[in-house]
Every structure is written in C-alpha cells, then in structure tokens.
C-alpha cells in the first residue's frame, strides 16, 4: 500500500472515522472528508518511513500447513478469512484503532496482497461500503494521492456476495484487483487486495490468481 510513516496512520483513521460517522447518520449521510495526503513514493506495498509490525505466519496445527513445496497457509488474527500464500514472501502487519492490516509483499517488492479489516461497530448502509472501497483506493494506492491517478476498469459482483473492483495506477506502473465485502450485521469491512508492477505481469499474475482462488473463510 502505497503510504508514508506516520501520516499513513493518520489519514487512515481519519478516513474511518468519517466513513464511520456518515455510517451512523441519516437518510443522506454525508460525504466522508479526508485530508489530502502529499504525493506517495515508490511501487507497491511501500509504507515510507513507518516501521510496521513485523508478525510472520506462524505455523500451527490449526492455521498453517509446514512449508514443503513453496506455499503457507495463513488464518487472520479474528478467523475471517484464510489463504495460501508462497512462503517466502514478506509479510507485515499494521494495526490502529477499530482497524488491522495484512500484507505479503514479494522478495522483489513488485507485487503483494494485502487485506484491510475495519470495524468500530457502526453499520454499512446501502452503498457505503462501495464509497468506502473507492475511497481507500483513491487516497492509499494512488501514487500520486489523486483519485486522477487511479483508473477503475472493471466492477463485478462475485459469487460469494463480495465485490470486485480492477483498477490501475497511471503513474505508478501498477494493476490491482481489489474484493470488498462487509460481515458480522455489516458492521465489519474486508478489502483483499492483489496488487502488481505492470512490468511483471507474466511473472506474478497467475501466482496473485491463485492466492485469489485460495480464499476461504475458515
């Protein structure tokens, strides 16, 4: 996630708290206010100068398969969801009030996954979580910190009731396809996103798809 040290916390939860107000509003809640952030560095998965919890997968019987041909599997930290990730990707953790943050990112740091987890107890209503979605999008994976420098190519329901955003960055050289859905009395918002450089489609693609394909709610 393209983000800088501690303004990434910051305007995160600045973000949620607005979102989270105009949950709980009325009939026409109104639009969440975030402050613009400055231009992001760098490509994929880059979080500036933060230091973030460093919590790699842990094998155990329940979660965790012992690593023999290239692939772990991973169980979030509330039992949400689970998927196989290759085992030598690098991942990192972010957490902050009413909110966490998975990401693996790849040993060459041109591609991740990453999934955002939100939760202050509040409702998402009608089309909310669509706003909200678009909005982590524009203000976090833009890098530029522009909804100009985000293009949205595609939007599709999927099977399992989630929602499925493609988009690329302009100026940053990469493609996403982002899966939001809401759980829990729509209360809790899940964001999976598969994130890669342009220039290493061929190499990460079908790996990114397969990671996709392993999404399971335990």
Do not use: H
């Not at 800088?4 to 009939?27: D, I, N, R, T, W």
């Not at 041109?110 to 009608?126: H, K, P, R, S």
Request: proline content about 6%.
């Amino acid at each position: 996630m393209n983000a800088k040290g501690s303004k990434y916390l910051y305007l995160l939860m600045a973000l949620l708290l607005a979102v989270s107000l105009a949950c709980s509003g009325g009939a026409n809640p109104p639009a969440a206010q975030v402050t613009p952030i400055q231009p992001n560095q760098g490509g994929p998965g880059n979080f500036g100068n933060e230091q973030p919890t460093a919590v790699p997968p842990q094998p155990t019987a329940e979660n965790s398969n012992a690593n023999s041909g290239g692939t772990t599997t991973f169980k979030d930290q509330t039992g949400l969801y689970q998927i196989e990730v290759p085992s030598d990707w690098v991942y990192k953790q972010v957490t902050g009030e009413n909110y966490y943050i998975d990401q693996f990112k790849s040993p060459d740091g041109n591609a991740l996954i990453e999934n955002i987890v939100y939760d202050d107890g509040t409702t998402f209503n009608g089309g909310q979580k669509g706003k909200f979605a678009l909005e982590l999008i524009y203000r976090f994976y833009s890098a530029t910190g522009s909804n100009k420098d985000i293009t949205i190519t595609g939007d599709q329901l999927q099977d399992d009731g989630s929602e499925r955003l493609t988009w690329y960055s302009e100026s940053g050289g990469y493609s996403a396809a982002s899966y939001f859905e809401t759980r829990a009395g729509r209360t809790t918002f899940l964001m999976f996103t598969i994130e890669w450089m342009n220039d290493y489609e061929d190499t990460y693609l079908d790996i990114l798809n397969a990671v996709v394909a392993s999404y399971s709610v335990p």
